[in-house]
């Protein structure tokens, strides 16, 4: 499943599921370890247990999160991780943004 829409403007092309701040966050300090436990990756984008939880949601549902609970010790815990599929879409929203950086447009030149 992906957020991913058609068109000639790079913009077009990006995949709203992670488009939104906090997920995009979630994603990105996701794609840099292999997993993540909730309350880091909760304190690293800086919100509510609540809001993480809900973000998360989308992004599992979207196949871009695994969700795996456990106990460390005798204390639950929950770790994250992005699916290749996940890891492909965060790849393919940073090439996304960087062509939308990159594209000029007539109307940023400037006119006299």
Do not use: N
Request: hydrophobic share 40%; glycine share 6%; proline share 4%.
């Amino acid at each position: 499943m992906s957020g991913r829409k058609t068109g000639a403007h790079p913009r077009h092309q990006l995949d709203e599921i992670i488009h939104a701040p906090v997920r995009l966050s979630a994603m990105a300090a996701l794609a840099a370890a292999d997993r993540v436990a909730f309350g880091l990756l909760r304190d690293t984008v800086e919100v509510s247990d609540s809001l993480l939880s809900r973000h998360i949601l989308t992004l599992e549902r979207a196949g871009y999160v695994e969700v795996v609970k456990g106990y460390e010790g005798k204390r639950p815990r929950t770790w994250l991780s992005l699916t290749d599929e996940g890891r492909a879409a965060f790849e393919r929203y940073q090439r996304t943004l960087r062509a939308l950086i990159d594209t000029t447009s007539p109307s940023s030149t400037p006119t006299e």
